[in-house]
């Protein structure tokens, strides 16, 4: 027997995805979260599966695991007392930033509080330019005296970003070297270590915050080594980044600044899988939790990356899968404003006290109400029975809106899903505007204990006439942890004209990166299989003051760098000047290596019609109707089935309103149309 | 209302999406830099009748929500659909605000009928004219600013109009420039239309005629029941930039706010004459100016954030805006650095409102820092760098629960800086320090956010330093309820040095290698007496470097030994000096209060009085020849009451005959 094991440890559940590599089935499971006491519901889940299916720690063969201990720590600020040395003259780097404030209508719009405070910065003098030459040496006795100041503020780590540093390091070595010579108690991390970009003030947030969690997020990952090896689980175990790839939980120890954003990451990863299972080449995946929606853009079955993601309050600038976080989950509270107009959100009675149906104590409506007293919900347990709800006490909160609205309770009900689907809308609508793309050719992934509930709203709105709503759409990113590559990103700034000149200078850069790459996979991550070094560069129009990341070759001429940077700049923003002159400024390379992945197989098809287990009245549209209640583990490809209709499983529900239709396809993932299409 | 509140707010979520998306495309697809920088372009829906019912929040400029359309929608004959229309010209309609600011907008049609317009702005970085980039304080008629097309069809039918596509070209100094961005502003206009079709298609098309009224009425509802709840009352409030023109006198902008019930008169009687420079702010006399309702909007808006923003907000207030003056300029007055004045507006209406409001609205915010511009040959390159910098922005004021934030915010929130690792890569310069200003922050119960600095080193020859909007070198920004004024801000060569020069609200200078600039903008104004500020807080302050220790004893009473506050001494030193402050709600700075010494209420009151009698054209040059009687006029005869501005303005009619030949206006 051999398994291998997706974990991921959100805010309430601990998803665990279960491949059984002999039978090929998947298995499912959710546990309740212990953020008190992190790595437990690790163990309690390992009892549970083998309680459940037998499945014994030793005949785990691969375990891949993301955590939210590190995003946890940002926004509970509960990290080390990290202090800052930075150039002198420089120090209000974290204060200043980049001067913009979230809300700009607003006079007390106020940027969050640094996760330094500026009484623990200390100045640095000497000075890199930028050509990476030293004007000033660096002045070794003030480091000396900036290690007396942590002390004296009680400091237990310190983050050294210095000016230009991306391009010359030594200065930023050189105090570490002291620091570990002089306070080997310190923990310490250089900017140009964690990440090594143009722009001081994104470098060095991106170190602050990684420095700011990376001890507590180490001691998890030892703790969670030790646990597992205890538990006889003999299989290294991986840790899921944020650019979606894995690597071993012994690098996340010291890279806990690339595996910030798993969850979110890997989530995109498994919805990415679904949409080549399905055949589908362009989709938007829609994960929705208790508190946000997730949005990503799939295009070629690939996911996007980007840069300044938000980890809590503050944006980490490393390579990310790119996703658009809105506001709104299952537990978004309705409200009705002085004017008498319903809105929804962006409060959240979130996962306590939860939807005033889970009976947890809370009062205010949510959307989930919302969904019970249409119908939809309520019909089952959720969460492997770990939730129960009370009909009574979401129709008591949805009361509390019906009648200063003088509505029945089911046309509340049903306005707070249209309004809250319509502030998804908007939030989306912003996102494909952003990347010039078109929803209505695509199809919506839907998963996330709320996504296959909304789907079909928001498939409506957004005028999408097609969802895939996978066979594990509540743990979705354990899934997705468990077929992801190893991969890493690395970065040169060379800061170029391109010409044939500097092209040298290019191709020299990519070799080293090359080495590096070839270096982290195969030594530092022990990976013996094929690797695959993907080349891009940071490239724009001299005068642009943003990049585009440009897809190169191995060893592209300058004419094929320019052209492939032309069309990439047509295809974004609909135009290219082939006149004007480019620059590079940074050397791109991804390495991957694919571990042995779950195959998995074509389900037996269906032998009849598919049957509804029971009938559901539901209100949609202004009208009670009958709609069917079917159990997913009975579903089978070839199943169909027209809504509304109400598809119940362990760690979802999916609502299918009227004019959509349900076929299962050959893996079992619920295709869901629009009716007539 | 006339359609359901459900709907209401599901159709305001897809009118905003719709503008977001449009925002969104010209951002995207813009050529210009200028644009993706600075954000200064706008997008929005208008009625049939010009009203703005949605604009993006995400993106772009803060200054147009409020921004009516009809005016210039008017001065076009009649619409086919596919037409769009453009204008750049500050005099025709008042709808555009400065030549550089190409404004566009396209009827949408629904079976022959026009349903609503998709609108917006792009700043161009050139539209021709005397100067580079069209903006000085040198230029004084509007003609210098550049090429302006009055209301045009760049789009007739969908067909081009290479007529005024090639007039626009030829004038401009960045043809490619003009051209990509006026693309991108097309492309936003017709993602407008696809959404607004979509939305009657969703809504059907009679919702959507009413939804979208219902969506004025609604922030016009949301406004007056935040005003309601301000005292009635009449609220004046006046405030001065440095200089009308460079090395000029001081220029007052006068306000009086009149709170009746949920409405609002902004009667603005009393400004000064309009300017022979470039900020003059070109209203037209409009009752609901957008320029106008910039101030308003920022503070209903901080009052309660549930305020959906549109034009609807603007129906609860009217301005008086004399002709001739500052804020109604006859044309051809020059308007291109209405930034400036309008920043310094802005202020003033906060000035009024706080007095409304004073326990929910914060002091005067910093400004007076410039936008920064290098242009230098680069010496590894040898070519020409043109860039921007910075902008120096300053704080916010301190306000009833908090300090301010430090180094930007309140109504400078949208601006962004460069980094500096890419201003040394791209321009000819080492920078020296950035960051906040010790001690610049008006002291406060609650602390005025601090002024940025700038602190640079030349490194090649003629290097050009342009610094557009400075201002705040005399006239602080207020603190209020005892807090005090933000410090002054400051532009200097080679400072510390023996050839120092205090450059004043100098906005251009020519700097060699080895050439030192140091920069700074104003402080922020405090909020309630600084002898009541938290120990703590002071302490902490000084720890980060924001106050010295010197300024903690002076400013706030604190005395901090080896680190620590003795508060056995603070109680003590601050009960000496409970009796010091000035009782006054506003603290103006001792610039203002120096100024006022001579320029009393009376005295300025009687000047504006009397310029007002006078033909236009003569009243700048009248103000001019009486502000330089008034410097030197003996001590003895400053009575304070007007009487000696009478005395001297009649010696400087006697002076001229020629005045009695112009006819008054």
């Known amino acids: 027997m051999s398994y291998r094991i997706g974990v991921d440890i959100g805010g309430t559940f601990t998803d665990f995805c279960v491949f059984d590599e002999d039978s090929g089935a998947l298995h499912t499971l959710k546990v309740l979260s212990t953020p008190e006491r992190p790595g437990e519901e690790v163990l309690a889940g390992m009892r549970e599966l083998e309680r459940r299916y037998s499945i014994r720690p030793a005949d785990v063969s691969y375990f891949t695991h993301g955590t939210t201990v590190g995003v946890n720590t940002v926004i509970q600020r509960k990290g080390i007392n990290l202090c800052l040395f930075t150039t002198e003259h420089f120090e209000d780097v974290l204060e200043v930033a980049r001067l913009k404030m979230p809300d700009p209508y607003d006079l007390f719009s106020r940027r969050p509080e640094p996760l330094v405070g500026r009484e623990k910065v200390f100045s640095i003098p000497g000075r890199m330019l930028f050509d990476g030459s030293e004007d000033t040496p660096l002045d070794e006795d003030a480091v000396r005296v900036a290690i007396a100041g942590v002390r004296a503020v009680g400091g237990t780590g310190i983050v050294v970003a210095l000016l230009h540093s991306y391009r010359n390091p030594t200065h930023e070595q050189r105090v570490i070297e002291i620091v570990q010579a002089e306070a080997p108690e310190l923990f310490v991390l250089s900017s140009a270590d964690v990440w090594p970009i143009i722009r001081e003030y994104e470098r060095t947030v991106t170190a602050v915050v990684a420095g700011y969690v990376q001890p507590r997020v180490s001691h998890y990952l030892t703790s969670l080594q030790a646990a597992l090896a205890e538990a006889g689980v003999s299989a290294e175990p991986m840790i899921t980044k944020s650019n979606g790839g894995v690597m071993t939980a012994e690098a996340g120890k010291t890279r806990c600044a690339q595996m910030l954003l798993s969850g979110t990451a890997s989530g995109v990863i498994g919805a990415c899988q679904i949409a080549r299972m399905a055949n589908v080449e362009n989709a938007l995946s829609l994960d929705i939790g208790g508190t946000s929606a997730d949005v990503a853009v799939v295009r070629l079955g690939e996911p996007q990356y980007g840069v300044g993601e938000m980890i809590g309050d503050f944006p980490i600038h490393i390579p990310t899968v790119s996703v658009t976080s809105i506001g709104e989950g299952g537990g978004s509270i309705a409200w ?25 104590g809370g009062t205010q409506p949510t959307i989930t109400d919302a969904f019970v007293v249409s119908g939809f919900l309520g019909n089952t347990g959720l969460g492997y029975g770990e939730v129960s709800m009370d009909k009574d006490l979401g129709v008591a909160a949805i009361t509390t809106l019906a009648e200063p609205l003088s509505m029945s309770v089911e046309d509340t009900a049903e306005a707070i899903i249209k309004i809250a689907v319509s502030g998804m809308y908007l939030e989306v609508s912003k996102m494909v505007s952003r990347y010039g793309i078109d929803p209505r050719e695509m199809s919506l992934v839907a998963f996330g204990g709320a996504g296959p509930m909304l789907a079909c709203h928001v498939a409506q709105e957004l005028n999408m006439r097609r969802i895939v709503v996978p066979l594990t759409p509540g743990v979705l990113s354990a899934f997705g942890g468990l077929i992801a590559d190893i991969k890493n990103d690395f970065i040169r700034t060379v800061y170029l004209d391109l010409d044939e000149q500097t092209a040298i200078t290019v191709h020299e850069g990519f070799a080293d990166l090359r080495r590096d790459a070839l270096a982290w996979l195969r030594d530092e ?70 571990p042995p992945k779950p195959s998995l197989p074509k389900l037996p098809p269906a032998g009849g019609e598919a049957l509804a287990h029971k009938m559901a009245y539901v209100y949609s549209n202004g009208e009670w109707r009958h709609g069917g209640i079917y159990r997913r583990d009975q579903l089978a490809p070839g199943h169909h089935f027209a809504g509304p209709a109400i598809i119940t499983q362990d760690d979802t529900t999916t609502c299918v309103l009227d004019g959509f239709t349900v076929t299962i396809d050959d893996y079992g993932n619920l295709i869901i149309e629009v009716a007539g299409a | 209302m006339a359609i359901d509140s459900v709907t209401l707010e599901i159709l305001k979520n897809h009118c905003r999406a719709a503008a977001e998306s449009m925002a969104f495309t010209l951002y995207r697809t813009a050529h210009s830099t200028f644009v993706k920088e600075t954000e200064d372009f706008t997008t929005g829906l208008t009625t049939p009748d010009g009203e703005t019912f ?9 200054w147009f929500v409020a921004l009516n359309y009809k005016n210039v929608i008017d001065l076009i004959d009649h619409y086919d659909e596919g037409d769009i229309c453009l204008t750049n010209d500050p005099y025709s309609g008042y709808v555009c605000t400065h030549s550089p600011d190409m404004h566009i907008w396209k009827p949408v049609f629904h079976e022959g009928e026009i349903i609503c317009f998709v609108v917006g702005h792009i700043h161009n970085t050139d539209v021709g004219g005397a100067v580079p980039a069209s903006l000085s304080r040198t230029l004084s008629e509007v003609h210098q600013e550049g090429i302006r097309i009055p209301p045009a069809k760049i789009l007739e039918q969908g067909v081009i109009n290479d007529d005024v596509v090639s007039i626009l070209l030829a004038n401009v100094r960045m043809p490619e420039q003009n051209w990509g961005d006026l693309k991108a502003q097309i492309a936003a206009m017709n993602t407008g239309e696809r959404r607004v079709h979509e939305m009657i298609a969703k809504f059907g098309v009679e919702t959507f005629k009413e939804g979208i009224g219902d969506l004025l009425d609604y922030a016009e509802r949301q406004a007056r029941t935040i005003v309601a709840d301000l005292p009635d009352g009449d609220y004046v409030f006046n405030d001065y930039m440095d200089e009308d023109v460079a090395n000029g006198y001081p220029c007052r902008i006068a306000m009086k706010m009149t709170i009746d019930g949920d409405e609002l008169l902004f009667d603005f009687t009393g400004s000064d004459p309009q300017i022979e420079g470039s900020v003059n702010i070109p209203t037209g006399g409009e009752v609901r100016h957008v320029l106008m309702m910039i101030g308003l909007i920022y503070v209903l808006y901080s009052l309660d954030t549930r305020l959906f923003l549109n034009a609807g907000i603007a129906r609860i207030c009217r301005c008086i805006l004399p002709t001739g003056t500052i804020v109604n300029p006859k044309f051809p007055a020059a308007v291109g650095l209405r930034t400036l004045s309008v920043q310094r507006l802005q202020a003033i209406i906060f000035g009024a409102f706080v007095q409304a409001a004073p326990d929910r609205l ?23 760098v043109v860039a921007s910098i910075d902008p120096i922005t300053g704080g916010a004021g301190g306000n009833p629960w908090q300090d301010g934030t430090d180094g930007s915010g309140a109504n400078s929130s949208f601006l962004k800086n460069t980094p500096v690792e890419v201003n040394e890569a791209e321009v000819p310069i080492r920078i020296l320090r950035y960051g906040l200003a010790p001690d610049s922050g008006g002291p406060g119960k609650h602390r005025g956010g601090l002024a940025t600095v700038l602190h640079f080193l030349s490194q090649a020859p003629n290097t050009k330093v342009t610094a557009r909007n400075r201002d705040r070198t005399r006239f602080t920004a207020w603190g209020v309820r005892g807090g005090r004024a933000g410090a002054p801000s400051y532009f200097l060569l080679n400072p510390g040095k023996t050839n120092e020069v205090n450059l004043g609200n100098t906005d251009i200078l020519t700097i060699d290698p080895g050439d030192e600039v140091l920069v700074a903008s104003g402080g922020a104004g405090g909020w309630g007496d600084p002898l009541e500020r938290d120990p703590g807080a002071v302490l902490l302050d000084v720890q980060r470097g924001f106050v010295s220790l010197d300024a903690a004893l002076r400013d706030y009473g604190v005395v901090i030994t080896d680190g620590a506050v003795d508060m056995t001494a603070t109680s003590d030193f601050r009960a000496s000096r409970s009796d010091e402050g000035s009782g006054e709600f506003f603290d103006y700075g001792s610039g203002r209060i120096e100024f006022d010494h001579l320029w009393t209420d009376g005295n300025y009151a009687a000047l504006t009085e009397l310029l007002r009698g006078l033909p236009v054209h003569w009243r700048f040059f009248v103000k001019h020849r009486v502000f330089e009687a008034m410097d030197v006029l003996d001590a003895a005869q400053r009575l304070g009451d007007g009487s000696e501005v009478r005395t001297i303005f009649a010696d400087v009619i006697a002076r001229y005959p020629q005045l009695k030949q112009a006819a008054p206006q």
Request: aromatic share 6%.
């Open chain 1, 525 to 594: 991550q022990g990976f013996e299989g094929e690797a695959t070094v993907l080349y891009s560069a940071d490239m724009r129009y001299r005068g642009q003051s943003y990049e585009i990341d440009t897809v190169l070759g191995a060893d592209s001429s300058v004419a094929d760098m320019e052209d492939a940077f032309h069309r990439e700049h047509e295809r974004l923003y609909e135009h290219a000047d082939r006149d004007a002159p480019v620059q590079i400024i940074n050397l791109r390379m991804v390495v991957l290596g694919e």
């Open chain 1, 336 to 360: 009705v404003d002085p004017q008498g107009v319903l809105k929804v959100g962006p409060e959240s009675a979130g996962s306590t006290p939860g939807p005033a149906c889970y009976g947890q």
């Open chain 2, 54 to 62: 949605a604009t993006p929040t995400d993106l772009g400029a803060t």
């Open chain 2, 362 to 384: 914060p002091a005067s915010p910093a400004s007076g820092g410039p936008i920064m511009n290098v242009n230098a040959i680069d010496n590894a390159t040898g070519r020409r």
